[in-house]
Nanobody, 121 residues
Framework: QVQLIESGGGLVQAGGSLRLSCAASGRTLRSYVMGWFRQAPGKEREFVAAIYWNGGTDYADSVKVRFTISRDNVKNTVYLQMNTLKPEDTAVYYC???????????????WGQGTQVTVSS
């Protein structure tokens, strides 16, 4: 069992930056592919980024170049650095863990409770 707790969300102006953190307990994250998803009001939860066991990464086209996912296996924590934020990035951001990886939310087995990110124009 893996417990995930996100933090770092908040209100920021367009063009600003935030760094989200996802702290894990229960098991080491080394065995998992870690992903970030987001869900805006009235929309489906969508893939944002993932980081694999070997450090490889994958990003949604909408966040490429602007967002960076990273992991610290010693701290058992995953990060999402978000730069040049846009109002359309406003959503609840979720951290998730998967033994299989990928961009589909059904492939992820454990989820955090989410953290709100609001970008004002």
């Amino acid at each position: 069992q893996v417990q995930l707790i996100e933090s770092g969300g908040g209100l920021v102006q367009a063009g600003g930056s935030l760094r989200l953190s996802c702290a894990a307990s229960g098991r080491t994250l080394r065995s998992y592919v870690m992903g970030w998803f987001r869900q805006a009001p009235g929309k489906e939860r969508e893939f944002v980024a993932a980081i694999y066991w070997n450090g490889g990464t994958d990003y949604a086209d909408s966040v490429k170049v602007r967002f960076t996912i990273s992991r610290d296996n010693v701290k058992n924590t995953v990060y999402l650095q978000m730069n040049t934020l846009k109002p359309e990035d406003t959503a609840v951001y979720y951290c998730a863990a998967s033994l299989r990886g990928g961009t589909q939310r059904l492939r992820y087995d454990y989820w955090g409770q989410g953290t709100q990110v609001t970008v004002s124009s």
